[in-house]
């Protein structure tokens, strides 16, 4: 595997200075924690942590701000995430450059996730003249039944370190046209994306005249998150991150009887079947597997491939990860960045040590990389493993570039392997043949939220509805009806009759 030298330290706080300035954020100083670049692993700046007092405060001045923001007309209220938008067009390139420098994706990735975020707020502004309810036929003459939305108030959203913006928006911007709130709780990980998207907002709010408190934004560690999760204010929290995390949220946020929108944990998988076509498979299956070093939730983590083109499939992954270049994310020639942390890679190495014991097989990858150029760096080679069956470590989620290969005869058996774990999210078969597609997509097969045909497990448009099942947690996210989650519905009758008609002829007074 191909290595390329790293950008110093200098380079990186250069860079963001310059990204941030551009932007006029001005960093909020102290010595609570540190913004860091795990590109090098150095320290980049020190930085001030919410209090519990401000985080009160925040979450005061937003729901506040609702009870305006609510009776905004919601074409208004897409006019925000329209010019936030249009922002967001002007900065591309510095956005980019602090998702590079704080999550360590590589450009390509970071452009593609700053236009993620454009296209979610393109979505909502249609989505702002389309906030459907229905009209339902009434059992009772001259009365109308119908059904309509209205926003839940502050919407919480915290969010990972591996998607720093897009998650984000994709919350965001559909929350605010449905007329709620924002406070935002990021990953200690990546306040300096955090600071520049709150920042951004905060101009087009300015920019068309609505109220900047509709957004609110939170610094500091999983304290700051759980006075979201705590406070009866917030209508909804939605939480991206581990099904750990998950299992504390949710229960929390029932007990005061509020909402969760939570997405969490995935393990996996694609099957290949024998008529695939293995040159698309390839690409689709490596970018799937090492896209984002492995740490995205959608990462390919199970590959089951038919026992009769087992051999040819594994022979072209290990070449081309062999060749996969490693290094530096601001290398347009570099495919593989590093892991978030060196915690991070110590999960990895103890999860292909314990795959080792359990029988499985490393066929490439796993060594640790670029260690004299950067040693508080985590970079390493995505690993490929021949594995017999789905046992241990193959259950879980490791959050790093390790991909297991099992193998099937038949297609029932493909499915059972595929669904035979606790996690939900997405999935996808290689075929040409039809019968074996429908299959998949059916009640029958895959049992995930997102299922695929030709396509890796990575890399979803926001037109459609994202989140998973089982421990995947079981929210919807960015299109589709996902809106939906961000709203509470009221069903309205109408008595135009001048009489009073009881339901189910009930006769009373």
Same mark, same amino acid.
């Given at each position: ?34 913004? =860091? ?100 036929? +009434? ?8 059904? +309509? ?24 911007? #559909? ?9 935002? /709780? ?9 600071? $520049?998207?709150?920042? !951004? ?15 609110? !934004? ?10 979201? $999760? ?16 998950? =299992? ?12 969760? @929108? ?10 290949? +079947?024998? +008529? ?59 495919? #593989? ?25 490393? @066929? ?5 990389? @670029? ?14 493993? @021949? ?33 035979? $774990? ?47 099942? /089982? ?12 809106? =939906? ?25």
């Amino acid at each position: 595997m191909a290595q390329h030298s790293l950008p110093d330290l200098a380079f990186l706080t250069n860079r963001a200075q310059v990204a941030l300035q551009r932007i006029g954020v001005t960093l909020p100083r102290g010595t609570d924690f540190y913004a =860091r670049s795990p590109i090098t692993g150095d320290s980049l700046f020190a930085l001030r942590s919410t209090t519990s007092v401000e985080a009160d405060q925040a979450v005061a001045a937003a729901h506040s701000a609702f009870r305006t923001w609510r009776s905004t007309p919601a074409p208004r209220r897409g006019e925000l995430v329209r010019r936030l938008g249009e922002l967001l067009r002007e900065h591309k390139g510095d956005v980019a450059d602090l998702i590079a420098i704080e999550a360590g994706k590589i450009r390509s990735e970071a452009l593609g996730e700053v236009q993620e975020m454009i296209d979610i707020c393109d979505f909502a502004v249609g989505l702002s003249r389309q906030l459907y309810g229905r009209t339902i036929a +009434s059992e009772r003459p001259g009365h109308r039944l119908a059904e +309509s939305w209205h926003p839940l108030g502050v919407v919480g959203v915290i969010s990972a370190f591996n998607f720093p913006a897009a998650v984000w928006s994709w919350n965001t911007a #559909v929350a605010l046209v449905c007329g709620n709130a924002v406070v935002w /709780k990021p990953s200690e990980r990546t306040p300096l994306t955090s600071l $520049v998207c709150s920042q !951004l907002l905060a101009r087009a709010a300015d920019d068309v005249g609505a109220p900047r408190d509709v957004h609110r !934004l939170l610094l500091g560690d999983r304290m700051v998150g759980e006075i979201l $999760v705590a406070d009866p204010r917030v209508g909804l929290v939605s939480a991206t991150g581990s099904t750990r995390m998950g =299992r504390e949220v949710g229960p929390r946020v029932a007990a005061r009887f509020g909402r969760s @929108l939570l997405e969490l944990g995935g393990n996996n998988a694609s099957i290949v +079947s024998p +008529s695939a076509d293995l040159d698309l498979a390839i690409r689709g299956i490596v970018f799937a597997a090492v896209g984002t070093a492995g740490q995205r939730c959608t990462t390919l983590r199970r590959l089951i491939v038919h026992r009769e083109i087992v051999a040819p499939l594994v022979a072209r992954l290990t070449d081309a990860y062999r060749k996969l270049p490693i290094g530096s994310p601001f290398d347009e020639n570099t495919r #593989v960045g590093p892991l978030i942390s060196t915690g991070a890679l110590e999960n990895m190495q103890r999860a292909l040590a314990r795959v080792q014991a359990d029988g499985g097989k490393i @066929l490439v990858g796993g060594s640790r990389r @670029l260690t004299e150029a950067a040693p508080q760096a985590a970079y390493a080679e995505p690993a490929l493993v @021949l594995v017999d069956d789905q046992k241990g470590v193959v259950r879980e989620e490791t959050f790093a570039p390790i991909l297991y290969v099992l193998t099937y005869n038949t297609l029932d058996e493909a499915i059972a392997l595929h669904n035979d $774990v606790p996690q939900g999210l997405s999935s996808s078969i290689f075929t040409r043949n039809q019968e074996e597609a429908e299959v998949f997509l059916s009640s029958e097969g895959s049992d995930c939220g997102i299922a695929n045909v030709n396509i890796g497990t990575s890399g979803a448009e926001i037109g459609g509805a994202f989140g998973g099942e /089982k421990e995947t947690g079981g929210g919807r996210e960015s299109g589709s009806d996902a809106w =939906r989650a961000y709203m509470r519905s009221a069903t309205n009758t109408v008595n135009y009759s001048g009489g009073l008609t009881l339901a189910q002829n009930v006769n009373f007074l």
